[in-house]
C-alpha cells in the first residue's frame, strides 16, 4: 500500500503563485494531480508518465500549472501561476499502478489527504 502525502497549499492573492509537492512512500508509475472545490465533482488538472517525458493538462490549467516528478525522492509537484479565484479548493494528488496515462480519477489507486488553495481576488 502506497501513501502520498500533499504540502504546499494555503492562501494566495489572484495572481499569485503556489508548488504543491506530493511525497509517495513507494514506486508508482502514473502520477496525477485533481482537485475539488466545494459543491463540485472531482476535476483532473495534470498527469505525468513515469519517465516524466509525457505529461497532460486538462484545458482548465494549461499554460498556467506545471507538473513535474523527482523519481529519486518518489515525489511529484504542482507549480501553479497565475492563479484565479476560480482554483479555490482541495487539491489531491494520485497515483496509478500502470503505465497509461488517463484523466479518470476512478483509475487511480492511491490518494493524498489533499490539501486546501485558496485564492483571494
Known amino acids: 500500500q502506497v501513501q502520498l502525502v500533499e504540502s504546499g497549499g494555503g492562501l494566495v492573492q489572484a495572481g499569485g503563485s503556489l508548488r504543491l509537492s506530493c511525497a509517495a512512500s513507494?514506486?508508482?508509475?502514473?502520477r496525477g494531480w485533481f482537485r475539488q472545490a466545494p459543491g463540485k465533482e472531482r476535476e483532473f488538472l495534470a498527469a505525468?508518465?513515469?519517465?516524466?517525458?509525457?505529461?497532460y493538462y486538462a484545458d482548465s490549467v494549461k499554460g498556467r500549472f506545471t507538473i513535474s516528478r523527482d523519481n529519486a525522492k518518489n515525489t511529484v509537484s504542482l507549480q501553479m501561476n497565475s492563479l484565479k479565484p476560480e482554483d479555490t479548493a482541495v487539491y489531491y494528488c494520485?497515483?496509478?499502478?500502470?503505465?497509461?496515462?488517463?484523466?479518470?480519477?476512478?483509475?487511480?489507486?492511491?490518494w493524498g489527504q489533499g490539501t486546501q488553495v485558496t485564492v483571494s481576488s
Open positions: 494520485a497515483a496509478r499502478n500502470d503505465v497509461v496515462l488517463t484523466t479518470n480519477a476512478l483509475q487511480y489507486n492511491y
Open positions: 513507494g514506486r508508482t508509475f502514473l
Open positions: 505525468i508518465s513515469w519517465s516524466g517525458g509525457s505529461t
